[in-house]
């Protein structure tokens, strides 16, 4: 069934661009579940899919392969030609949907390629630095900004590299993350989709470090929005964001 269907994906008119290429995407994901070794020798041609303009294409493909990689040989992920550059190019300047899953994807690849975490070191400054400089830029972006700070805030969630830190402690990095986000919602009341994505981030951060919940200024803030009558979508975030901790 498995490979009929992605005989079907690569024989359709528009090829990888057709709409409604992820849905066959998210049933081959079903389908190969328990026996994800088995799409191996289709490893490039879902790697090809990344290249799709369907945003919900590239995001059931960064999922797939986020699934599959972790049953396929070391030898075989590093083989892999164009991934890493794929994802990055959709981490940079894809869609929330696809932004979060290629970042997802290549957590996974760095944890079974033995290559270490620099990529997803390297992505966290370029977007630390780039808020950073857009705090005291006169000519701020605020497009930028919104896609810097979400997809900063998808990174907050991989922040232990595969590693369990001291439960007690807020790594530094995360500590330093939080501030952007917290900077960047007090500073952008002008502007709802910074402010947005700003929150979006900071509780990405808290529900993968619940500690941070416990700093006063983000308990400050998450305070404020939850009773801001005027913000309903901002409440939303914050209420789901705190659910998930207590969980």
């Keep these: 069934a498995v490979d009929c269907l992605l005989d079907r994906l690569v024989n359709f008119p528009s090829g990888m661009d057709t709409e409604g290429a992820s849905q066959y995407l998210d049933a081959i994901s079903v389908l190969s ?7 191996n020798p289709h490893l490039i041609v879902l790697v090809h899919f990344l ?16 699934q599959v990689l972790p049953h396929v040989p070391i030898g075989s992920v590093r083989a892999l030609s164009g991934l890493v550059d794929l994802l990055t190019k959709t981490i940079v300047g894809g869609t929330e949907t696809a932004v ?12 079974v390629s033995g290559g270490g975490f620099g990529l997803i070191v390297k992505l966290w400054e370029k977007f630390s630095r780039f808020l950073k400089d857009q705090l005291t830029s006169e000519s701020g972006n605020a ?30 990095h995360v ?24 929150l979006q981030a900071l509780t990405m951060a808290t529900r993968a470090t619940p500690l941070v919940a416990l700093d006063d200024k983000v308990g400050s803030l998450l305070r404020q929005v939850l009773s801001d009558a005027s913000a309903p979508r901002h409440a939303a975030i914050a209420i789901g964001c705190l659910t998930d901790i207590v969980k």
Aim: contains cysteine; charged residues 15%.
């Design 33 to 39: 579940e328990g026996n994800e070794a088995a799409l």
């Design 51 to 66: 290249e799709s303009k369907q945003p919900g294409t590239v995001a059931s493909t960064a999922a797939l392969l986020s």
């Design 100 to 111: 979060q899953a290629a970042i997802d994807c290549l957590f996974v690849y760095c944890s």
């Design 143 to 172: 497009g930028s900004q919104s896609r810097a700070l979400f997809a900063l805030g998808c990174l907050c969630r991989h922040a232990g590299f595969g590693k369990s830190g001291d439960p007690t402690i807020v790594p530094s």
């Design 175 to 198: 500590t330093a993350a939080v501030s952007i986000f917290l900077r960047y919602f007090r500073i952008a009341e002008a502007n709802a989709l910074v402010r947005t994505h700003a």
